[in-house]
T-cell receptor
Framework: DAKTTQPNSMESNEEEPVHLPCNHS???????IHWYRQLPSQGPEYVIH???SNVNNRMASLAIAEDRKSSTLILHRATLRDAAVYYC??????????FGAGTRLAVHP | KAGVTQTPRYLIKTRGQQVTLSCSPI?????VSWYQQTPGQGLQFLFE???????NKGNFPGRFSGRQFSNSRSEMNVSTLELGDSALYLC????????????????FGQGTRLTVV
């Protein structure tokens, strides 16, 4: 399983962009990079995933480095509801998600 | 459409007892996986079932077991409960095998909070 390194915590102000980094230098060539988040008192929630190209959806954008050793989740305009723990999870063919400690994002009004 | 449903939401058991937790996946989803979440260990993978077959298993003792029925509903069982089994148990469902590419995102339930006393 690929190892990941994420900041323990980050802070943002409401309506500002947030860039959440993840280092996954041991990722294999076929591993997808998944991002999930867990809001307080809820189960994890899928955010986005990608393989090589940058990806966008209604929730966020995922920027993947050319060497795939790192990626960045971008929340374009943080809201209070985005306060959560964000997990970066490389996976591929393992039929499981290996959660690390994640990054706890605090959003200030 | 209805999300992943886990029952019960809360449970208190005594050491040595056994417990069965239930998970109903999103309609049409064939993959169900289970996770344990504790403050000390975070989210840990227990096992995943796809089409009634266990496809992957995490590093948990044999006291933890599960099964999946033909309608994709799943149960997990913990026998001879220990205090350390107190945790939030989360179930996730996916259209196909989790993490294997497109359409593989997992949808999590709200969990069952198990307290062992």
């Amino acid at each position: 399983d690929a190892k990941t390194t994420q900041p323990n915590s980050m802070e943002s102000n409401e309506e500002e962009p947030v860039h959440l980094p993840c280092n996954h230098s041991t990722i294999s060539g076929t591993d997808y990079i998944h991002w999930y988040r867990q809001l307080p008192s809820q189960g994890p929630e899928y955010v986005i995933h990608g393989l090589t190209s940058n990806v966008n959806n209604r929730m966020a954008s995922l920027a993947i480095a050319e060497d795939r050793k790192s990626s960045t989740l971008i929340l374009h305009r943080a809201t209070l509801r985005d306060a959560a723990v964000y997990y970066c999870i490389p996976s591929g063919g393992y039929n499981k998600l290996i959660f690390g400690a994640g990054t706890r994002l605090a959003v200030h009004p | 459409k209805a999300g992943v449903t886990q029952t019960p939401r809360y449970l208190i058991k005594t050491r040595g007892q056994q417990v069965t937790l239930s998970c109903s996946p999103i309609s049409g989803h064939r993959s169900v996986s289970w996770y344990q979440q504790t403050p000390g260990q975070g989210l840990q993978f227990l096992f995943e079932y796809f089409s009634e077959t266990q496809r992957n298993k995490g590093n948990f003792p044999g006291r933890f077991s599960g099964r999946q029925f033909s309608n994709s509903r799943s149960e997990m069982n913990v026998s001879t409960l220990e205090l350390g089994d107190s945790a939030l148990y989360l179930c996730a469902s996916s259209l196909v095998l989790i993490g294997t590419g497109t359409n593989t995102e997992a949808f999590f339930g709200q969990g069952t909070r198990l307290t062992v006393v």
